[in-house]
């Protein structure tokens, strides 16, 4: 069982690590832009949609990370009053429900991802770069299938957690 939580969590690194190192691109390219744009008065069409799909994957990429990290936003109210065996039971119900949730967006999301890929669909802005956006949707339930196995393996440390 251990091997299995470890295995799914090195995922969850290697994804942060890929989510981290996607913000050196989007800086790369918005510093470049900001000095074409007013340094040179020409600014590139393609670095406005260029950041957003760097932000984006950075953004979306790091979910699994951040549930393994218990890095996300957290109100502990109601665990500050609960018995150690109420919070194993209410983080429990939260990463049944982690998982749920991401299992759904995984579902939608394969489904519009797929949608978008039969149409080859390209971006909505109307501008002359125009790019193709349906392999950017595909991160969509790549990062939520990340998170369901982050859930699991979160899961299951709770479970065999000793002393409580």
Known sequence: MEKLIRRIEKVSDWSGKVAAWMIVPMILVIVYTAFMRYILNDTP???????????GIHFILGGAYTLKEKSHVSVDILPH?????????LNILGMIITFVVSIVIFWLGVKYSWQSTKIWEHSMHQT???????WFKWFIPISAGLVALQAIASLLREIIKKGE
Do not use: M, Q, V
């Not at 009053?81 to 919070?87: A, F, I, N």
């Not at 770069?129 to 349906?134: A, D, G, L, R």
């Open 45 to 55: 069409n393609w670095g406005f949609e260029i950041s957003i799909f760097a932000y």
């Open 81 to 89: 009053y609960l018995t150690p065996k109420g919070r194993k039971i």
């Open 128 to 134: 002359a770069f125009n790019p193709p956006i349906w």
